[in-house]
Nanobody, 115 residues
C-alpha cells in the first residue's frame, strides 16, 4: 500500500491550498479515506473522512465551512480542499486508509500559514 501526499506549502492567512493523496496497491474505491494532521506540539488529530463512493464526508468542527474532502476513484486520489486558512491550521497533513491488512499512512505534507 502506498499513499503519497502532495500540495502542501506556505501561504498567508485567508488563502487556500488543495492537498492530494495518491493511493496505490490496494482497492482504493472500496474503502473510506481519512485526512489527519499533526499541529506543532500536539497529537495527530482526525481532520475528516470520505466514504468509498465519495457521497458522505465528515469534518472536525474546527474546519467545517472551510475545508472539504473529495475523491476521484478513477485516479485513486483523495483531496483536501482548504479555504480561508488560519495560522492554527499549520500542520503536517496525512492521508490514511484502514483496510483489512491494517492501517496505512502517507509521509505527510507540510502546510504552513504565515503572514
Amino acid at each position: 500500500v502506498q499513499l503519497v501526499e502532495s500540495g502542501g506549502g506556505t501561504v498567508q492567512p485567508g488563502e487556500s491550498l488543495r492537498l492530494s493523496c495518491a493511493a496505490s496497491e490496494f482497492a482504493f474505491s472500496k474503502f473510506f479515506m481519512y485526512w489527519y494532521r499533526r499541529r506543532p506540539g500536539k497529537d495527530r488529530e482526525l481532520v475528516g473522512s470520505i466514504s468509498s463512493g465519495g457521497d458522505r464526508t465528515t469534518l472536525v468542527d474546527s474546519v467545517k465551512g472551510r475545508f472539504s474532502i473529495s475523491r476521484d476513484n478513477a485516479r485513486n486520489t483523495v483531496f483536501l480542499q482548504m479555504d480561508r486558512l488560519k495560522a492554527e491550521d499549520t500542520a503536517v497533513y496525512y492521508c490514511m486508509c484502514n483496510i483489512p491488512s491494517g492501517a496505512y499512512w502517507g509521509r505527510g505534507t507540510q502546510v504552513t500559514i504565515s503572514s
